[in-house]
């Protein structure tokens, strides 16, 4: 059955790549070949489509393998962790969504960089936010590879080894990416954000259906493992870290971006009333459900073996064909946010990191050669990153989304919603917040069992009040520019 099942995987997730790449393909046909329409779609996307690949984007590996195996290991804590965050995100995307969408649409922002770098008139603070930007991004999207290379040698007990998993999921994404752009990219996040939550749902309620409902699950896990239905099996310092960390993820690169393609503000703010279901309830509800049943169903798995509960399941109770498809959902989740992460980090190095502190003047059609030139060259470094096969997903992919946002937090504050903070205190907190970020991290890890998010968030939030106090604010032209432009729309 070894080879056989090897061959209906392979068959099974070559089909659904298959059908990626044509759609990738309809979306190089029709990408106008400006970095506005390569890399944000020429700002156009309504309530559906946004929603999808916010969710698509935001829903990837970590989730369909790292938090079923979370809850796993620690059940109703994680729970509540994860239905926390689902709910916050889209609260952070209703306060600064239509901000961000404003300044953007008025102003041609591509990056996150280019907006700070504009009201703080510093070309290079939005090298430093590239470097941050893209320091988070490379163990995040490593993390989508290392899943689906989990993913298939688990189903297929080693048929198909991790390698090749993590360099099949890597062709593919780079190819429909590399020729289509934004474009490509959506228009597969809404297939891909469909097919991940339905299998989720689907396996979770079939978890229940083979314990006996929802009734024996329950009585069954607090006779044998209670502590799973018990809160406080992490510290608050963990806990509270983990909400911040990606209740504030909407700040990440690929996710900033997402905030730049709405076809209206208005577009946003339902796009967030929308996610709060999605995310705070269709998602992560079927995600506790099946990684508590798993205790029962795949006992005895301990570390990193829980990240690969998901696989397990798929291969022990489901057939070889609905098992195969499972696992192209599985690429799906990791996929519909590697893409984005990957074209976003291309935009950054290109345009953050070359055009704008240097001044370049680079004709369209060139400048999008060479995000696709990007594009191929930072591939092969994460592939490297993967094929390494690092630690459990989660506090990958948390430790560095905290670098980030702890980072891009309060600058964005400055430049949407006070007037008082200036360029020194734009510099001041962005550089500590990411530097006690790290250290907190890999050189004394979470100190006082706080973790590293919330160090960053503590002294670049002291910093940045510090030095907006004692430090020049931005012109009176900048100011008017950014802020007379949202106090038109906005009270604040």
């Known amino acids: 059955m070894g080879a056989e099942l090897t061959t209906i995987v392979l068959s099974v997730i070559c089909a659904y790549l298959g059908v990626l790449t ?29 929603s999808m690949t ?61 907006l700070i770098n504009d009201y703080y008139e510093s070309r290079f603070l939005g090298v430093i936010a590239a470097a941050v930007g893209i320091l988070a991004l490379i163990p995040y999207i490593a993390v989508q590879l290392i899943g689906g290379g989990l993913a298939l040698e688990a189903f ?20 429909y990416v590399l020729i289509g752009g934004l474009r490509s990219v959506v228009w597969t996040d809404v297939i891909q954000g469909v097919f991940f939550l339905s299998a989720m749902f689907g396996m979770a309620m079939y978890a229940v259906y083979l314990l006996g409902g929802f009734g024996n699950m329950f009585s069954s896990i607090a006779s044998t493992t209670p502590k799973l239905l018990k809160p406080g099996a992490i510290g608050f310092g963990m806990w509270i870290g983990y909400v911040f960390t990606w209740g504030i993820a909407v700040l990440l690169p690929h996710m900033f971006q997402r905030m730049l393609m709405a076809k209206s503000p208005r577009t946003i703010g339902r796009t967030a009333a929308s996610l709060s279901i999605l995310s705070g ?32 399941f798929a291969g022990k109770f489901l057939d070889p064909w609905l098992g195969a498809a499972i696992i192209a959902a599985a690429f799906a989740a990791g996929m519909s946010t590697l893409d984005s992460q990957l074209l976003t980090a291309s935009s950054i190095l290109v345009r953050d990191g070359y055009v704008n502190p240097f001044n370049k003047k680079l004709p369209p059609e060139k400048e999008t050669l060479l995000g696709r030139l990007v594009i191929i060259g930072l591939g092969i470094i994460i592939e490297i990153f993967a094929l390494m096969r690092p630690g459990l997903i989660v506090p990958i992919s948390t430790a560095g989304t905290a670098i980030c946002i702890s980072s891009y937090l309060y600058p964005l504050i ?59 604010p931005p012109s009176p032209e900048k100011q008017e520019k950014f802020h007379g432009l949202l106090s038109k729309v906005f009270s604040y």
């Open 22 to 50: 044509v759609i990738g393909y309809i979306g190089y046909r029709k990408t106008k070949p400006t970095p506005e329409d390569y890399f944000l779609a020429s700002r156009t996307l309504g309530l559906f489509v946004l």
């Open 54 to 114: 916010m969710i698509a984007t935001y829903a990837s590996m970590w989730t369909f393998l790292g938090a079923v195996g979370g809850n796993y290991r620690i059940g109703l804590s994680f729970l509540s962790m994860m239905m926390m965050w689902n709910l916050l995100w889209p609260i952070t995307l209703w306060l600064f969504g239509p901000r961000v969408w404003l300044l953007g649409r008025a102003y041609k922002y591509i990056t996150y960089s280019e």
């Open 156 to 175: 297929t007990k080693g048929g198909i080894p991790y390698a090749v998993g993590v360099t099949l999921m890597f062709v593919i994404m780079v190819i």
């Open 281 to 312: 309830w269709i998602q992560t509800v079927p995600v506790f459900i099946l990684g508590i049943a798993c205790t029962l169903l795949i006992p005895g798995l301990t570390g990193k073996a829980t990240d690969a509960a998901t696989a397990l």
């Open 414 to 472: 400055g430049a949407t919603l006070w007037r008082r903070a200036g360029k020194l205190a734009a510099y001041g907190s962005i550089i500590s917040a990411a530097v006690t970020a790290i250290v907190t991290w890999l050189v004394l890890p979470f100190p006082l069992g706080i973790y590293n998010v919330l160090w960053g968030l503590i002294i670049g939030g002291i910093v940045f009040i510090i030095l907006s106090l004692i430090g020049k």
